[in-house]
């Protein structure tokens, strides 16, 4: 499958700077659209019977022995059970598993007054659509986000460097429910500034 292929006639909208949350059973795959480019797609995954397990990017980082996976490489629970496995991606590579969900301290500290779409907010939005809560906010896997590290170990927030139409796809390895935000980041430059929307088909 190639990007020109994906029909996004049949495919579900993460609306930009909202969440969506969707179930998935073993064996299913999950294909996420970057539509127009340049947005960072925040990516969670809870076993369907338990949302205290859920993948975890420590422990996903633990067993791959790197910081971005790459295709065929799975991620793993708190449990340290396989969730989700990465069978494609048409992208340069550059996802990230460093940083922290943006929430409401994450704005004020940025200088935002008054309310502020975040990620954190989103994924509880979109897990009670699906009648479930979370008990933690877990660090997601953030999908097309750019956070290099230098040499010295310095960190950076960078503009995606995927294009429109790439895609990335994930392998449910359990029944799970899968939560995705279109991160609504505008005060610095993950989203090259502008949030907007993205889609994702089940398969």
């Not at 059973?25 to 019977?49: C, L, P, S, Y």
């Not at 790459?70 to 449990?79: F, I, Y």
């Not at 004020?108 to 779409?117: C, E, I, N, S, Y």
């Amino acid at each position: 499958m190639t990007a020109a292929t994906i029909d996004l006639t049949r495919a579900r909208l993460i609306p930009a700077r909202n969440g969506v949350a969707a179930r998935l059973d073993a064996g299913e795959t999950v294909t996420i659209v970057n539509t127009h480019g340049k947005q960072v797609v925040d990516t969670w995954a809870f076993n369907a019977r338990d949302t205290g397990e859920f993948m975890s990017m420590e422990h996903s980082r633990a067993s791959m022995l790197r910081l971005v996976p790459r295709v065929g490489d799975t991620l793993t629970t708190n449990r340290r059970r396989a969730i989700l496995t990465l069978v494609a991606d048409t992208t340069p590579g550059i996802h990230d598993t460093l940083i922290a969900a943006c929430d409401i301290h994450r704005y004020r500290q940025l200088g935002a007054v008054g309310h502020h779409d975040n990620c954190t907010q989103n994924l509880a939005h979109a897990l009670e659509t699906v009648g479930l809560s979370a008990a933690v906010t877990p660090a997601p896997l953030n999908l097309f986000m750019n956070v290099p590290v230098d040499d010295s170990g310095q960190l950076d927030f960078r503009s995606p460097v995927s294009e429109a139409g790439q895609y990335v796809a994930l392998r449910a390895e359990m029944d799970l429910v899968i939560v995705f935000s279109a991160c609504p980041q505008d005060m610095v430059p993950v989203n090259d500034m502008r949030p907007t929307d993205a889609h994702f088909l089940i398969a």
